[in-house]
């Protein structure tokens, strides 16, 4: 009887990816650039935009140890943390090390040289083990975190529109808003990016 390929079970549940502290050319960040609450990392607002290298301090936790050993047997799971940016078309693998606790935790550092990225790089750590005596079957992966080398296509303050304060009577503003001098807002749709004045 063959083995079974696919479907099988794989992991359940949230395995959280965690980045430290960030350095850059092993000197602290200034200012910190995560936003943990939205998994991004912004290294074009550095006080020093000199740097050639960052390192990014990598933690997985979860899944439990019971529910990994269920699927893959004790001691054959493995994470390895995927790096990759479309627009330089550089793709890294950083293996994590487990740490020894009741719920597993892997970690690593991946360090970046500034060269080799552009724009937005991903990271994710995904899960691998034995499935039906098969080596190195997907079993999970965890949150994503986005890393900004460049400033974004869109404003994380402003979303897609961009978004000014004017006196609309000012003979300095737009000669266009001094027909609108009575009304809150206008929103400039025709020009080559959207402007919303306030």
Known sequence: M???HYPYKTLVGTMDLEIGEVRFDNRPASPDPRDRERKQIHLQDQENQSWSTVSLPLELKGPSGAELEELSGEGDAKVVAEIRC???RERKG??????????PIWSGIAMLDRV???GEVTV????SGNVDGRPSRFLGSSTMWMVHFDEPAVSRKTGSIDIKW???????SPP????YSTEPFYADLSSGKPTLYL
């Open 176 to 179: 266009f808003l001094k027909e």
């Open 86 to 88: 479309s627009k330089t």
């Open 166 to 172: 004017r006196d609309f009577s000012e003979d300095d």
């Open 2 to 4: 063959s083995a079974r």
């Open 124 to 127: 994710e750590a995904v899960i």
């Open 116 to 118: 080799n990225y552009r």
């Open 94 to 103: 950083i293996v994590l090390k487990k740490l020894m606790h009741d719920v």
